[in-house]
């Protein structure tokens, strides 16, 4: 699947992938489209086998605050949104630990990774009070070490950490609890610690993936000890690179052979309506990961370019174009103005040599306004110019004559006001077309 490697109309954020058997699982908030605060009051899990990457399952909610037409909710104490949830495995049972919005959150257990988990209790601690109202357990990530030992690692502008009793996986074990875990840096100090812990361990060593001051990126720090410190390392990913960014939140994975970066994206034109998205990455020699850039692929290594296209998996937006759902079964990228570029990375276009031309063919919806769209491979603005299309006023499907292309490249459509002269300034800043879908044909 490509980004999103769900179903588009699911809104998966903080997502956190766990691999328990031969499957994975994606433990996570759920926002709702176009909303105006972060989250609501269940939790989901989404899982695929671990051979068929492209296959997703949904188990539903798992765990939730409110009651709703299938469930009561799981807590008497609170109703508030639910935040950030991980998952462990310890001895044959599945351990759900949640925040709750004003609260300290809470354990629930599961004889399935899929759930539901039932109440098992609220952490239990002799810690500072003011340490909690700061904000002690949101996000919480936990550790399951080869001894079977646990601990939990969370905060929010503080990291915090401390080893839970692993007997019954609430109780904050006296003298454990630790603060600044990752060094308290300035803000304007790109590694200090923002949010969102996410504890692994790779051979001897202990990786905290976690939101740093730029929380848009995704970054990791070590240590030979997980009780800390950890020592920032440099970031994974960014979701403001070249688009619309906010908050970040996921963790690392193996899957198979392959290590993969989950995070995820916004849309709907708010920081609060997110999807999960999905990045191969490389863990090297010496322990370092390498920065990857946000693309459409997802679990794919290329897209094709001549089965259609949603506009929708976009990596690339600049110029204040969004993705925005116009119902269930319809997204659009809109707010494009003259210079708006649209962006997808990687198609992989084959070894034809033969042809000179292709057929590019797009569904739009006009806004009352002439436009052209200049189609580029490669780069936004150096890359080779392989078409223009021109588009009328109303809804359309448009076709041009382009360039053959051959090979594995980045593709970009930059928007071009038509109108000229004395209706100039009129149009100036009006959106020009909603986009749909796009497809090459031979």
């Not at 997703?56 to 299938?70: A, E, L, V």
Request: aromatic share 14%; glycine share 8%.
């Amino acid at each position: 699947m490509p980004n999103p490697y769900l179903p588009n109309w699911e809104y998966i954020p903080d997502g956190e992938p766990r691999v328990f058997g031969d499957r994975v699982y994606v433990y996570g908030s759920h926002d709702k489209p176009a909303s105006d605060s972060f989250c609501d009051h269940r939790l989901k899990v989404w899982s695929a086998s671990i051979d068929h990457l492209n296959d997703w399952s949904c188990h539903g909610s798992i765990f939730q605050t409110k009651d709703n037409r299938d469930h009561k909710a799981d807590v008497d104490w609170s109703d508030r949104e639910l935040y950030a949830p991980d998952v462990v495995e310890k001895d044959g049972k599945y351990y759900l630990y949640a925040y709750i919005v004003d609260s300290p959150g809470c354990v629930a257990v599961s004889d399935s990774p899929e759930g539901p988990f039932r109440l098992l209790s609220k952490y239990q601690y002799q810690i500072d009070e003011e340490l909690c109202d700061h904000g002690a357990f949101i996000d919480p990530g936990v550790l399951v070490d080869d001894d079977g030992k646990v601990y939990i690692y969370c905060g929010f502008t503080r990291s915090y950490m401390a080893q839970l009793n692993e007997e019954n996986m609430y109780e904050v074990l006296d003298g454990t609890f630790k603060e600044h875990i990752i060094p308290k840096r300035p803000q304007e100090d790109p590694s200090g610690f923002f949010e969102a812990c996410s504890p692994r361990k790779i051979g001897d060593t202990y990786y905290l993936i976690y939101s740093p001051n730029k929380g848009s990126q995704l970054a990791y720090a070590t240590s030979d000890s997980p009780f800390g410190p950890f020592a920032y390392r440099g970031y994974i990913i960014d979701n403001s690179d070249n688009y619309p960014g906010g908050n970040n939140h996921g963790s690392i994975c193996k899957i198979k052979n392959q290590w993969y970066i989950f995070y995820h994206r916004m849309t709907n034109g708010t920081i609060m309506s997110r999807r999960g998205c999905v990045e191969k990455i490389d863990i090297l020699e010496d322990g370092t990961i390498p920065t990857v850039e946000m693309t459409s692929l997802g679990f794919e290594d290329s897209l094709n370019p001549y089965e259609i296209t949603p506009a929708e998996i976009a990596c690339y937006l600049t110029g204040g174009c969004l993705i925005t759902e116009l119902d269930v079964f319809s997204r659009v990228i809109t707010g494009i103005i003259d210079g708006c570029v649209i962006g997808y990375k990687y198609f992989d276009f084959g070894k034809d040599h033969s042809s000179k031309t292709m057929k590019f063919v797009a569904k739009l919806h006009g806004a009352g306004c002439n436009a052209n769209i200049e189609i580029r491979i490669d780069d936004p603005d150096s890359g080779r110019l392989i078409g223009c299309v021109e588009t009328e006023t109303g809804d359309q499907t448009v076709v041009a004559i382009v360039q053959n292309v051959t090979g594995r490249h980045a593709l970009f459509f930059t928007a071009r006001e038509s109108v000229t002269g004395y209706f100039t300034d009129m149009f100036k800043g009006r959106n020009l077309f909603d986009f749909e879908n796009f497809v090459f044909l031979k």
